[in-house]
């Protein structure tokens, strides 16, 4: 068991989100970041479907009410716990009744707080990820509030290492010191509709992000899209990624709490291995799209497949050796 | 993939990102080409590539569960089966819902009027007269798009949406007509109002109407 403490705003529980509700008009919710949640849960052994705490307002407090362990993944912030500096991205023992507190991130904006067995809350439709605008899921359909119980489903696991941040490992060559981040986009149905130099400028502008950006869309700010001429469309699916552009010119990418349909013209999709960065990139950063065909889409993916692969290979031998070093105390229940 | 200069009269289709296929027929919104939506929405389940599917209003969208190798080759094979399969035909269930039309619930009545060049009554006469049908759940949970309005009284959205409209809202937005399943902004004109819950995560099935289901509105009150 767990309990909150502290937790400003618009923290839920989130695994890997709601699939195979769409035609019921339920989005898929899940974790803004997933490549960070899975990372969380293959530190700990958890089973990759395991929900943990996405967290996006700070400081975050909670108290373990019995041992157990944890991986605070996606950022790099300072974490307390009972006085003690621990790690990020790293399996990290929690006896019963320490406090740890997740401070504002220096880098990255979502911080995941993964325990071993995951966040056990009940299943709905198939995931206990919160659908804030359906009111179910997570906690009661709602972010978290100081006060709140949150049942841990499994006891202390393996603790004592880590992994090195996807920031590090997938650093591409695009990842300059500028600050900005660059999204690979594919063009999407529309993107011929609008005007030559709105195109260019699709790709030429850096876009900022606006504070009206949360779990369901990211609003962008730059000069305005147009049209060749206006298109009245009848509403069609949604997939996180989608890049929107409402009448008044300015980008929209969807993103896990979008709604299942929409109207506006699109022009474009963040391709969905760039869709964590994405995540990671607080209000007031700069980004930039950078166009991208299916082929590389479909490629980029497996950098991270194989990030997943090297990390889980990398805890399963810790893991045995650390049996073989203490048969008796190695994975105590 | 996407097509550059799409055949005319033909359908268009395009990927959203590397798993998802977006097919849009051609033509107006009308019930017998929602049909054909349905009749391929059934098609494209049986395939094992698929992972989920989003019918929308003339349109559906295929979610592969990995991305496809060749897109083009799905793209060619929707094409065919949108061709050749016949219109499905849903019997659906019928609804017959009361709605306290106009007061503060349905304020904007009078704007539809107005853009209709009717009076409040005579579009509350229209919005109950014909039998709706549902073409797809989307957008919020349970929230269907209807199909049947009077073109008499349809309006475009509104160009600054209400802040806080109350699920169960009775509304027109454009040709569609709906419900709204949830409380929120919303760009939509209401009407008046509709004691239902469209969903429930916990009902099985959650959400209370299904495609092709049919819905009659009668007047409960009237408030001008």
Redesign the interface.
């Known amino acids: 068991m767990i309990t909150i403490l502290e937790s400003p705003a618009l923290n839920t529980v989130q695994d890997l989100g709601r ?8 989005g898929t919710s899940g974790a803004m970041d997933p490549l960070a949640l899975e990372i969380g849960n293959i530190l700990l052994g958890n089973a990759s479907g395991a929900a943990g705490i996405e967290v996006q307002t700070y400081p975050f407090v909670l108290r373990f009410e019995s041992a157990c362990s944890f991986a605070v993944t996606g950022i790099e912030a300072a974490l307390d716990l009972d006085g003690c500096a621990v790690l990020p991205w790293a399996a990290v023992h929690a006896a019963a009744g320490q406090v740890l507190t997740v401070s504002p991130p220096r880098q990255g904006a979502r911080g995941y707080v993964c325990v071993s067995g995951g966040v056990d809350v009940p299943v ?2 198939g995931s206990r990820s919160t ?1 804030l ?2 009111g ?2 997570g906690l009661s359909g709602r972010p978290l509030e100081a006060g709140d119980r949150l049942a841990v489903a499994g006891g202390p696991a393996l603790s004592g290492y880590g992994a090195v941040p996807p920031s590090v490992v997938l650093r591409r060559p695009c990842d300059g010191g500028d600050g900005v981040v660059v999204l690979r986009a ?4 529309d ?2 509709l609008f005007t030559e130099a709105s195109r260019a400028r699709f790709w030429d502008t850096e876009w900022q992000i606006t504070p009206q950006s949360d779990r369901v869309g990211y609003r962008l700010k730059g000069e305005a899209l147009g049209l060749e001429r206006p298109v ?1 469309l ?6 996180p ?2 890049v929107q552009v409402p009448p008044a010119g300015t980008p929209i990418v969807q993103l896990a709490d979008a ?4 109207g506006y013209p ?1 022009i474009a ?4 291995a760039d869709l964590w960065r994405l995540a990671q990139a607080r209000i007031g950063r700069r980004v930039r799209f950078r166009p991208c065909d ?1 082929d590389e ?2 490629a980029a ?1 497996r950098p991270i497949a194989a990030y997943l692969d090297d990390l889980r290979m990398m805890v399963g031998l810790y893991g045995a050796s650390a049996r073989r070093r203490a048969p008796r105390a190695a994975g105590a229940k | 993939m996407h097509d550059p200069a799409p055949v005319a009269d033909g359908p268009v289709i395009s990927m959203i990102g590397t798993r998802a296929m977006l097919f849009e027929a051609p033509g107006d919104f009308t019930l017998g080409r929602q049909r054909r939506i349905w009749a391929l929405m059934e098609e494209a389940g049986a395939r094992s590539d698929v992972a989920e599917l989003i019918p929308g209003v003339t349109n559906l969208m295929l979610v592969f569960s990995t991305p496809p190798e060749e897109p083009r080759i799905l793209a060619d094979w929707l094409r065919h089966a949108w061709e050749t399969l016949p219109e499905r035909h849903i019997a659906g269930r019928l609804f017959e819902i009361g709605v306290q039309y106009g007061g503060a619930l349905g304020e904007d009545l009078a704007h539809v009027a107005d853009h209709a060049g009717l009076s409040p009554a005579e579009v509350i006469a229209l919005h109950h007269a014909g039998e709706y049908t549902v073409c797809a759940l989307g957008s919020a949970p349970g929230f269907g798009y209807l199909h049947g309005l009077d073109p008499r009284i349809a309006t475009p959205r509104k160009a600054v949406p209400s802040l806080k409209m109350l699920a169960g809202t009775v509304t027109i937005g454009g040709m569609q007509a709906g419900i709204s399943a949830l409380t929120g902004p919303n760009g939509w004109n209401s009407i008046g109002f509709a004691e239902v819950a469209l969903f429930d995560p916990l009902r099985e099935p959650p959400a209370l109407f299904a495609i092709g289901d049919r819905i009659r509105f009668y007047p409960e009150s009237i408030e001008l």
């Open positions: 699939p195979g509700y769409r035609q019921l008009g339920v709905v439709l659908q605008r359906g179910f899921g594919i063009p999407a149905t993107f011929h009245e009848r509403s069609y699916g949604i997939v990624g989608i709604n299942t349909a929409g699109r999709a963040v391709i969905e299916h889409g479909v993916m």
